[in-house]
């Protein structure tokens, strides 16, 4: 039955150990629904990519190999293309999915698996939100985390002081309720009210509950730019105090003054992980954020509407104290005016987007000071406001937190539907930009570790058991992209665009992308750590 020969010649030609027990089984005819031959598998545990077959039956890969006489109920040619795990996003505000059930933004990049619930933000009953999806089928798979900011609102509304005792009982409670219900950890956005009301000690109350369950605790830290370091030390404690595992949330550094700043968070990651604390991060792979132009303005400015905004605004006294703490603002991240900031819409005259504020200072107001620059973002604002795309990374933080080991891709994108809004580019693009641009451009990482970044290294931290390699009893999650041709078509102007370069992708065994286009099937699950004690 075995077929040591033709075991042999394959290994040689392909120049690897990576034939499992289920090569041995070639010389028989096998049977699968699907089978990918000839392509060039990146199995996502970081080695070196191989020329191998992938048969999956029933939702699971079951042989990887030299499948030469395999039949299938279809056959994807591979040939030129690079067939890996489905790619993983660990970090997602995918919380609506019910109700864009084809998540078709993820998909597109290669997706098959997402986690909402990140940045303090959840359903509240995560049981009835999961039967929901279960009810309602989705194309790819899904986890939630139990967010803070749910939990505390639930309690005590946005209140700014410590819970007493009883609050503190009862939001445990929910987090205990939650992670009974399938949630996979709990999440904080310290930056979201009511998050910032939050000491560390109420965190770690309620991450310990968490982690008890086996979940880990994943936090939009307190801050990203001028107290980086402080911030991840918060989070890396809580990890330590609640006894769970940690993922830092898109961990960037967003203000020009502290540009640099990376190299002693990732040096306080590596130290923690050498205290066996079980940090990571991820990130996504762009250097600008994407937000309104009202965020520039001091908060009091927007508060009760457009006609209120105009009256503060249009006040001669008041302005100048708007501009004064605009100036503030940006001081405290090191900015002088306006120039990081770029437009992205402007329904009032779209010939403006594509512009940095120097650039429509200049055509608005003939002069690219800095005070032209809030005059002409007070005319715009009274005009009722700009998609911004706000340039605030440097391209080497960037760079150096995605070559670190244990930073994985994740898109911080929700669910998108064609067409709506002008959402950040990273929706659909994220995961195609990092192998397009940062592994084939730019040569920054190799291929196989971007891959792992985006599968195993997640579905470890994770605990998606069976998940997040190409490899015979894993589930039937698999993207097959070519490598020469992926990219991201999506930019801050024009953001919805599919990305490129992806002809299939398959979740449970099932082709949910055939030829660049999807299928609308529907086979996503809904996932649970394997970590529960
Ligand atoms: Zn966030």
């Given amino acids: 039955m075995r077929s040591a020969r033709l075991a042999v010649a394959v290994a040689l030609a392909i120049g690897s150990p990576g034939l499992t027990g289920a090569a041995s089984q070639q010389s028989q005819p096998a049977r699968y629904d699907v089978l990918i031959s000839h392509g060039t598998v990146i199995d996502g545990s970081g080695a070196r990519p191989v020329r191998a077959d992938v048969g999956i039956r029933d939702g699971r890969i079951v042989a990887v190999g030299s499948l030469p006489n395999g039949t299938a109920a279809e056959i994807i040619d591979a040939t030129g293309l690079m067939v890996a795990p489905g790619f993983i996003d660990v970090h997602t505000h995918a919380d609506d999915i019910a109700g864009t059930p084809r998540a078709e933004n993820f998909v597109r990049m290669g997706v098959t698996s997402v986690v909402a619930g990140n940045c303090g933000g959840s359903a509240l009953d995560i049981s009835e939100a999961l039967t929901k999806i279960r009810e309602t089928g989705i194309a790819i798979n899904y986890a939630t985390l139990i967010g803070h900011n749910t939990v505390r609102r639930a309690v005590m509304g946005t209140e700014n002081r410590a819970p007493t005792i ?5 939001m445990k409670s929910l987090v205990w ?29 309620l991450a310990r509950i968490a982690g008890n369950a086996g979940g880990l605790y994943a936090s939009h830290m307190r801050n990203e730019g001028t107290e980086l370091e402080s911030a991840v030390q918060e989070t890396i404690h809580v990890g330590e105090m609640a006894m769970c595992r940690v993922q830092i949330s898109h961990l960037k550094v967003d203000s020009p003054n502290n540009w640099g700043a990376s190299v002693r968070a990732l040096s306080l990651i590596d130290a923690a992980r050498a205290r066996g604390i079980d940090v990571q991060a991820d990130q996504y792979a762009y250097t600008a954020a994407s937000s309104t132009l009202g965020i520039r303005f001091p908060a009091w400015v927007l508060e009760g509407g457009q ?19 605009m100036r503030d603002l940006l001081s405290e991240r090191g900015l002088s005016d306006l120039s990081f900031a770029v437009v992205a819409s402007y329904r009032p005259d779209p010939s403006l987007n594509g ?7 200049a055509r608005l107001r003939g002069s690219d000071a800095a005070d032209a620059q809030f005059e002409a973002a007070k005319a715009m604002l009274l005009a009722g406001g700009a998609s911004m795309v706000y340039h605030l990374m440097s391209e080497d933080d960037v760079n150096r937190i995605m070559r670190h080991p244990q930073v994985g891709i994740a898109s911080d994108s929700s669910v998108l539907t064609m067409g709506d809004g002008v959402p950040h580019p990273r929706g659909y693009g994220n995961n195609a930009r990092v192998l397009g641009e940062y592994v084939r451009s730019r040569h920054l990482i190799p291929i ?29 999650d698999l993207t097959v992209f070519d490598a020469s041709t992926i990219s991201d078509a999506a930019s801050f102007e024009k953001p919805h665009a599919y990305a490129t370069g992806i002809p299939y992708v398959l979740v449970n065994g099932v082709v949910v992308v055939r030829k660049g286009e999807q299928t609308g099937a529907l086979p996503g699950q809904v996932l649970k750590n394997s970590g529960a004690k």
């Fill in 307 to 325: 006609d209120a905004i105009a009256k503060r605004l249009n006040d001669p006294d008041q302005w100048v104290k708007i501009k004064s703490e």
């Fill in 355 to 361: 512009l940095s504020m120097k650039q429509v200072a």
């Fill in 177 to 205: 309720r939650a992670m009974a219900d399938g949630a996979v950890g709990f999440s904080t956005g310290l930056q979201y009210v009511p998050g910032p009301y939050a000491k560390s000690a109420e965190i770690l109350e």
């Fill in 448 to 476: 196989e570790e971007a891959i792992r970044k985006m599968t195993s290294l997640p579905a470890d931290h994770f605990k998606f058991e069976r998940r997040g390699l190409v490899k015979a009893g894993f589930a039937g």
């Fill in 166 to 170: 009883s609050e503190l009982a009862k």
